[in-house]
């Protein structure tokens, strides 16, 4: 069902449906013209040993994070980010999916990074490699790396997706904002230690909780648009401006996009999340126990 790198591309892939399409969908556009898959597997699944057919590395652990900056999986400048992308291969009018490993995990920041970085055929494969094998869609051994052909892609930023530290301290401080936190309920409550050495157990005063697990179902399939709105307003007191973080800035991206099949508008991700915040130096207030 793959198309190698130098055959003639097949039919147009069509629009998508939505920020999310169904393995099925998926399935019956692989090699068409102008569709690219995307592998954006983090930490154990990265560099795995099957893939979707024709799937390239969006590399989260490499070349699409900062690594000159603090926090882990950082954004990339926009000309660092354009690099990358091009050296995917994906063009300014292709369709590209993003699926990863573990389910619907980082491929969210990936489709998150692409939007705020102003492309907008981008969506999310629903239930990830899981779902794919689980629906026996076919898998291909990963290839070290794509070597196909240089895309087009420009990066167009979009102020206001991908917010610091000063954007998320205004929003605990409106009334009308709510700071969503995609982490555990234990790592939220500082009961359970941080992953990561270094960083303070709790959470930000008067973010709430909303672990991004929860917002899919047993099959690993993001819940109906209904449930992930009723979620939402039920740690939010039905406030309507979001702001998301998590450990680095991936989970988040997956309450932002429960978040657009929600219906919410111009939800923002805390790009540094709590690796930024929970730092002993400088010292951002934190609290522990529940929300």
């Given at each position: ?61 490499g070349a699409l994070s900062d690594h000159d900056a603090p926090a882990p999986h ?72 794509y070597d196909g052909p240089r895309g087009s892609f420009t990066a167009r930023p ?131 126990g529940p929300a």
């Open positions: 069902m793959t198309m190698p790198q130098n055959a003639a591309p097949g039919p147009e892939a069509g629009p998508l449906p939505g920020v999310l399409v169904g393995a099925q969908w998926l399935g019956g556009r692989l090699g068409a013209g102008g569709l690219v898959v995307l592998d954006a597997s983090v930490g154990a699944h990265r560099g795995a040993e099957r893939r979707i057919p024709g799937a390239r590395p969006f590399d989260l652990d950082t954004m990339p400048a926009a000309g660092a980010f354009t690099d990358a992308v091009r050296d995917l291969g994906v063009d300014d009018a292709d369709t590209v999916v993003v699926y990863d490993g573990a389910g619907i995990y980082s491929s969210a920041r990936a489709w998150w990074m692409l939007r705020a970085m102003g492309f907008d055929r981008v969506a999310v494969l629903d239930g990830g490699l899981p779902a794919w094998t689980a629906a026996g869609l076919p898998v291909e051994a990963t290839r070290p790396a979009r102020p206001g997706l991908l917010v610091g530290s000063g954007a998320v301290a205004a929003a605990l401080a409106d009334p009308a904002a709510a700071v969503v936190d995609a982490r555990t309920r234990g790592r939220f409550a500082g009961t359970d230690p941080e992953p990561r050495p270094g960083l303070r157990g709790g959470h930000m005063p008067g973010a709430v909780n909303l672990p991004f697990g929860e917002l899919q179902d047993p099959d690993g399939l993001m819940r109906p648009a209904a449930e992930l709105r009723t979620a939402f307003e039920e740690v939010t007191g039905g406030r309507e401006r979001l702001y998301f973080s998590c450990g680095s800035g991936v989970t988040a991206c997956v309450l932002a996009l429960a978040a657009e099949l929600a219906g919410y508008e111009d939800p923002a991700v805390y790009d540094g999340s709590w690796s930024e915040w929970g730092v002993p130096s400088p010292l951002r207030p934190v609290t522990t």
